[in-house]
C-alpha cells in the first residue's frame, strides 16, 4: 500500500495551471507536496510564479486529490513505479532539466541512470536508407552495453527500439499518454518486450490520451534523459528538430547523419550540422569516439586528493572538491553533485578550463589536471 505522501505527490501534478516549474517551487517554500494542499492562498501568493490567479485556482483544485487515489490503484495493481523529482531513482539527468517532469511513472526493469545513455529520433517516414542507418547505428552500439531511448512512434522511433530489442540492448520508450494504452497499438507486442528488456516511461496518468500537445512534452523527456541525441532523417520542420533544439537548451551532445542536398528527409538533419546544432557522424563508431566510450569502463580510477587552488570562488572549489570522486567526469554527474544547473555549471568549467585546472573532452566529459 502506497503512502499518503504518495498521494499528494500524484495529485500535485493534476493541478490545473500548475507546470513543472512552479509545481517544484511550491514543493521548495511549503517544505512538501502534502503542505502545498494545506496552505492558504495568501501562503502561496507569496510563492514566486504563482500569484494570486494560480492560488486560487489551487485551492479550487483540491478535489483531484481523489482521482491521485485511484491513480495509486491502478499503480499498484499493473506494478508501476512512480517516481517523484525528489526521489533518488528519479532520472538524474532529468533533475538537470529546469522543466523536467515533477512525477513519472515508469513500467520496466532498465536503470534510468544508466552510465551511457543514447536517445533516437527521426521521421515516422523514414526512406530504406534510414532504417539501415538506424539499425546498423544500433548493432554496432551494442557492445558499448549504453541504454537506448526513443519515443516508441512510426517510423525510426520503432526501428530504434526493435534493434536494440534484437541486439540485446535494453529499451526505453517515452509516452505521450498513460501506461493503459499503448499508441500506436500496432507497437503494443514491442511495447510489451521492452517491459522485459527496458521499460515504458512516462509523465501522464492513466486515462490521459495522446493530445496533440502531449508529444513536444515527450520530446523534451527523450532529449533530458540522454548523455548523446541522434537524428537519423528528419524534414525541414520535423518533430525531431524540435528534440534536437530541447537538447541543445540542455548542453547535450547531439549528432545526425547527412544527407544529399535537397531530399526531403536530409533537409532536417543537414540544417542541424549547418548551423552547428549537430556534429555530423557516418556511424556508430564516430558517435563513440566523440563520446569519449571507446575507453574500458572497467577500469575505473581511484578517488583522488585534491589540493584547491587559491583565489578561487566557493563554487569552483565545490566543482573542483567533485572530482575527488571521480575523474574524468560528465557534466551532468559534476551539475548533480554541486547541486546546481547544467547551464550553470558549464559557465563554471569553462572559467576553470581557461585557468588550466580542468580540461575538456570528449562527449561533454571534464578531467581535473593534477
Not at 547527412?258 to 557522424?281: H, M, Q, V
Request: proline share 4%.
Amino acid at each position: 500500500m502506497y503512502s499518503v505522501d504518495l498521494v499528494h505527490k500524484v495529485a500535485l501534478n493534476l493541478l490545473s495551471g500548475v507546470g513543472n516549474v512552479v509545481a517544484k517551487n511550491l514543493v521548495a517554500y511549503c517544505g512538501g507536496a502534502d503542505k502545498v494542499f494545506s496552505c492558504t492562498k495568501t501562503q502561496l501568493e507569496k510563492i514566486p510564479g504563482v500569484g494570486a490567479y494560480t492560488a486560487s485556482t489551487i485551492i479550487a483544485s483540491r478535489s483531484v486529490l481523489q482521482r491521485a487515489e485511484e491513480e495509486l490503484l491502478f499503480i499498484e495493481k499493473n506494478q508501476i513505479t512512480p517516481l517523484f523529482f525528489t526521489d533518488d531513482d528519479y532520472p538524474t539527468r532529468l533533475k538537470n532539466c529546469h522543466d523536467g517532469p515533477v512525477m513519472l511513472y515508469y513500467q520496466g526493469n532498465a536503470n534510468l541512470n544508466h552510465e551511457k545513455i543514447v536517445s533516437v529520433v527521426g521521421t515516422r517516414t523514414p526512406t530504406p536508407n534510414g532504417k539501415i542507418l538506424t539499425e546498423k547505428l544500433i548493432a554496432d552500439l551494442s557492445q558499448s552495453g549504453c541504454l537506448v531511448i526513443s519515443g516508441l512512434a512510426y517510423g525510426i522511433d520503432i526501428t530504434a527500439h526493435k534493434a536494440a530489442l534484437d541486439n540485446g540492448l535494453k529499451t526505453v520508450g517515452v509516452l505521450a499518454h498513460g501506461l493503459d494504452k499503448i499508441y500506436p497499438a500496432e507497437h503494443k507486442n514491442y511495447a510489451n518486450k521492452m517491459i522485459q528488456q527496458g521499460g515504458l516511461l512516462t509523465e501522464h496518468i492513466s486515462q490521459t490520451i495522446p493530445d496533440k500537445e502531449n508529444f513536444p512534452k515527450r520530446n523534451r523527456i527523450v532529449a533530458g534523459m540522454c548523455d548523446a541525441l541522434v537524428v537519423v532523417e528528419s524534414k525541414r520542420e520535423g518533430g525531431s528538430l524540435i528534440t534536437a533544439t530541447i537538447a541543445n537548451s540542455y548542453n547535450k551532445d547531439v549528432f545526425a547523419f547527412p544527407g544529399r542536398p535537397n531530399e526531403t528527409f536530409s533537409e532536417g538533419c543537414n540544417g542541424l550540422i549547418k548551423l552547428n546544432k549537430a556534429t555530423l557522424i557516418e556511424n556508430a563508431a564516430d558517435l563513440l569516439f566523440m563520446m569519449n566510450w571507446n575507453n574500458p569502463t572497467n577500469s575505473k580510477p581511484k578517488a583522488a586528493q585534491v589540493a584547491l587552488p587559491i583565489n578561487l570562488s566557493e563554487e569552483e572549489n565545490t566543482i573542483i572538491k567533485a572530482f575527488g570522486q571521480k575523474n574524468p567526469m560528465h557534466i551532468d554527474e559534476i551539475a548533480s553533485i554541486v547541486n546546481q544547473t547544467v547551464s550553470k555549471t558549464s559557465a563554471q568549467l569553462l572559467q576553470l578550463e581557461f585557468s588550466n585546472i580542468i580540461r575538456s573532452l570528449p562527449g561533454k566529459m571534464y578531467k581535473l589536471n593534477h
